[in-house]
């Protein structure tokens, strides 16, 4: 069993920068691909990003290209979300979650964390 747990949220600016980070426990982190989703009020759960599970190749929506960056540190466990230049539609709870298949479908992914708040001001 591989808990998640997610920290880094808050309340910030339009144009302003947030890191999200994902501690993994409970299980062999390296094995998984990791990914970010995020949901807003009224909204289903939609992808964010994802990782492979050696941190060479990684996905990204197309709402998020060119502004936030996923990566993973194997040896401590950790993926984070850097999130630049962040707008208010960026609101929503954010969830780390673990798969063993490199995927965008929340479908496929078998862990998740409880999730952390996003929220942008304009």
């Known amino acids: 069993q591989v808990t998640l747990v997610e920290s880094g949220g808050g309340l910030v600016q339009a144009g302003d920068s947030l890191r999200l980070s994902c501690a993994a426990s409970g299980g062999t982190f390296s094995r998984f691909v990791m990914g970010w989703f995020r949901q807003a009020p009224g909204k289903e759960r939609e992808f964010v990003a994802a990782v492979t599970s050696s941190g060479y190749s990684t996905l990204n929506s197309d709402s998020v290209k060119g502004r936030f960056t996923i990566s993973r540190y194997n040896a401590e466990s950790t993926v984070t979300l850097q999130m630049n230049g962040l707008k208010p539609e960026d609101t929503a709870v954010y969830y780390c979650?673990?798969?063993?298949?490199?995927?965008?479908?929340?479908?496929?992914?078998?862990?998740w964390g409880q999730g952390t708040q996003v929220t942008v001001s304009s």
């Open positions: 979650a673990a798969t063993t298949s490199y995927s965008r479908s929340s479908a496929t992914y078998d862990y």
